[in-house]
């Protein structure tokens, strides 16, 4: 039996989410092979035979598989898991954006159960998981044949992205299904680090006030500690800031050494997003804010005065 | 064209849920019961689609127990047309209400369904997709805005690092994220004509769904505490904190 991680990748490059899923799928036990389906994606490919841990790559290539529409990507799946003669036990997606649209297509197209957001794997068949916006963690043991699984990276350490040897094989790539087509993509453009990934994060939330005053007062500090930006809910939805710099529920799931949160109250959906930081640090001005009950170092002051002192003392 | 718009009834997003001591669960005996708050964005947009004309008729459905019928009750005051009720007392799983969902997707041949992207309580954001897989549709998740022309919904997605457009032909099936649409108010004339609005009520068994669960909860427990913080007085003492204790600048 073995595991399959499906690859997030950008055709060239791996992307590090699948460096954490391809941990999580060793410790499901049996081989791992990783699926690189896209466009022109050797890069991808190679990159993926690198990575400590994987005993095969399958690459899938053609036009349809590009921007990972959920319709192909998932047949293209399927296929695979069909054709292979020993079977997968195990299909293991990063939990992001693209792998969240695909897996559970995955799983019913293969009549199965999916379990999402897994942050630990207790047994082959047996895996933790959070419910209720983290305030409660599930244990849940899978009675299918086949476990379709995606995988919270910030619960697991990432495999080394070198050192790996395996054999790349081509796969034949499945028919476009042309129900769905990719037009136009905006990606914010940043020189920070990518928020998921980041050591150090500074975050605000609605008592910025405003978008200008959100880059004014937090920039200089990120710049500082070299820290990715994020934000509340209630700053993204007030216009602050872009909305994949959300941490909580329905946003990004991060885990850095340092959280640093400025005019952030800490509602329960902030909180299931951050609380597993190493140290958080709170900044905020009511002392009654519930994100001082999970701060490791609290500063009750205004933010407009406590984070331009914080830079320049730093 | 009319549109499909399932609402699950999930504990309230303002309650701060407790793990009961046996851990067989969380205690929701006498907690307060609302829509989950994406599903209240996708019956916002398909009123917003009948108001401009693109839209015939709003369907709305829930599968569980008696008391989704307030749930529905809600969904009919925003504005949906009627409402159906796969009544169940047992637990359902994603996988399950997808097989519930598909069956009534083929008997109302809905033009678009719109879900949420993601349940509050099970957190786990799977339905919408396995309904699309099942119905063998075209689908697009995490949805900030909905344009239907021509046949075709061109549906602007919300992605990591950014957002990306896409176009499907019609049907489809659409989950919302939070900045789609601000839900309305519900106002007291529309409680009350919705009460009048139609209810059909079914069994999973009229649809012939096995609705068995897949996945079995062990156990469940609370999560790590973290331990108790310190409050510092000033910004020095905060820097000094973070360089010497806590070492992480």
Redesign the interface.
Known sequence: MAALVIAEHDNALIKGATLNTVTAALACGGDVHVLIAGTNAAGAAQAAAQITGVSKVLHADAPGLD?G???NV?AQVVALVRHEAKGYSHLLFPA???G??????????L???????ATKVISAD?FER???????????????AIKVITVRTTGFDAAAATGGSAQVEALAAVAD????????????KSDRPEL?AAK?IVSGGRAMGSSDKFNEVLTPLADK?GAALGAS?AA??AGYA???WQVG??G?IVAP??YIACGISGA??HLAGM?DS????AINKDAEAPI?S????????DLFA?VP??VS?? | MKVLVPVKRV?D?NV??R?KSDGTG?DIANVKMSMNPFDEIAIEEAVRLKEKGVVTEVIAVSCGVTQCQETLRTAMAIGADRAILVECADEL???AV?KLLNALVKKEQPGLVILG??A???????????????AG??????A?KVEIADGRA?ITR????????????LP?VITT???LNEPRYVTLPNIMKAKKKPLEVVKPADLGVDVA???????????PK??A????P???T??A??KNE?K??
């Open positions: 921007h529409l959920a319709e998932a992001t954006a693209a969240k649209n695909v897996a559970p297509r995955v799983a019913a197209l009549d199965v159960a999916q379990i999402s957001d047996t959070p419910i209720y916006a983290g305030n409660a963690i599930a244990t849940v043991q899978s009675s299918d299904a042309g129900t769905s087509a990719f037009m136009s993509s905006e990606i914010a998921t150090i500690l809910r993204v939805d872009p909305n994949d529920q329905t990004k050494s340092l329960i959906q609380k190493k140290v958080i640090v001082f999970v701060a490791d170092y609290g500063l009750e002051a406590a002192e914080l003392s730093l | 504990v997003y701060k849920v793990v969380v799983q994603p996988l997808a992207k993601q509050i309580d099970d957190d786990c954001n799977q339905t919408g997709q396995m309904l699309a897989a099942l549709l075209p689908q697009a998740t995490f900030s061109r919300e992605v990591d690092g950014g957002s990306e457009t896409l176009s499907l032909s489809a994220d939070l900045r669960p897949r996945i079995k909860t062990l156990k469940v427990s609370e999560p973290r331990g913080g310190v409050k510092v000033d910004v020095a905060l820097v904190k973070l806590a992480v600048i």
